[in-house]
């Protein structure tokens, strides 16, 4: 069951737990679109690739990766995961820290010119 789901221009994500100290979504990111160049300040998140490609932008560092590679994005990091492939990315992101709300995206660069 899910506790909310989102549409944004780049996919979709499902909120599929969410307590005192963590909050884990499903995010799908449509071929070809990336999230924002951003970071956190009370949260820190694990990314696991279930499918797809995944190109990760971590501090100014490229990583791909696939399907049951994992990273981790420190408290305060400036990341980004993009799809460069022309099927779906799905991920499971565990966030872990003192608030999740979606406020706590500070964005560096977006390719939809969002604010927020």
């Known amino acids: 069951m899910s506790l909310e789901k989102g549409i944004r221009p780049w996919g979709t994500y499902e909120v599929l737990l969410e307590g005192d100290h963590c909050k884990v979504k499903q995010?799908?990111?449509?071929?070809?679109?990336?999230?924002?160049?951003?970071?956190?300040?009370?949260?820190?998140?694990?990314?696991?690739?279930?499918?797809?490609?995944?190109?990760?932008?971590?501090?100014?560092?490229?990583?791909?990766?696939?399907?049951?590679?994992v990273i981790k994005i420190p408290l305060g990091s400036k990341h980004r995961i993009g799809n460069?492939?022309?099927?779906?990315l799905i991920f499971i992101e565990v966030q872990m820290g003192s608030y999740f709300g979606e406020d706590d995206i500070i964005r560096i660069q977006d390719d939809y010119q969002r604010q927020e």
């Not at 995010?27 to 998140?45: A, D, G, M, T």
């Not at 460069?84 to 779906?88: R, Y």
Request: proline fraction near 8%; glycine fraction near 8%; hydrophobic fraction near 35%.
């Open 84 to 88: 460069p492939g022309t099927s779906p």
């Open 27 to 69: 995010i799908v990111v449509h071929p070809s679109h990336r999230l924002s160049y951003q970071f956190h300040k009370f949260r820190e998140e694990v990314w696991t690739i279930v499918s797809g490609r995944a190109l990760v932008v971590l501090e100014d560092e490229k990583i791909t990766l696939g399907p049951g590679e």
